[in-house]
């Protein structure tokens, strides 16, 4: 996914640091861990000269060290009124300047599993000892979902979105959204 920010500046806090972790070993200030899951990402104007205490990575130094596709001076609220009007489109970022675009494909990411691209491939238990027990399946979980659990004093199991699911083993159930349509697949599971 190419994603669309229209805030006229972005970027002007900067990325803080990777290597902080919370009392849970969750990785601080981001909503996932280490990892950005979007392929590009189009800005209006990309701040040059961030200034936060926490800064460590200018924005475009970040999603270099990603592999991550960016670019700047678009019109992202015209861009963003085009794709609401018409739907979503697929796209790219390329650096050649202008056409022909020979031999360049453009894939519908819909025909690819999202879901398990993001998703954990281990469970993993967060305050072990919490009460009550919940099965949170990963379809692209946020962290600070974990931490809304955990806050409120539960254990967390995280578990792969095909987990195989046991009625016996959590007292609730918690789907994460995420990117791309496993619902289908998620309900016959829960029914299962």
Known sequence: QILVLTYPLIGNYGV???????????????????KIWIS??????LCDAPSHWRLKYKLAEWMQKHNVAGISGIDTRALTKQIRENGTVLGKIIQQP?????????????????VAEVSTKTTKTY?????PRICAVDCGLKLNQIRCFIKRGA?????P???????NDFDGLFLSNG???????LIKKIRD
């Open 98 to 114: 202008s056409g022909p675009f020979l031999g360049i494909e453009f894939k519908d990411q819909n025909e690819r599993n999202l």
């Open 179 to 185: 990117p791309g349509t496993c619902e289908k697949f």
């Open 16 to 34: 803080p640091t990777e290597t902080e972790f919370d009392e849970n070993k969750l990785i601080k200030h981001f909503e996932s861990d280490n």
């Open 155 to 159: 254990r967390v199991d995280v578990v």
């Open 127 to 131: 305050n072990a000892k919490g009460s």
């Open 40 to 45: 590009g990402l189009i800005v209006g104007k």
């Open 161 to 167: 979105w095909d987990h195989s699911l046991n009625s």
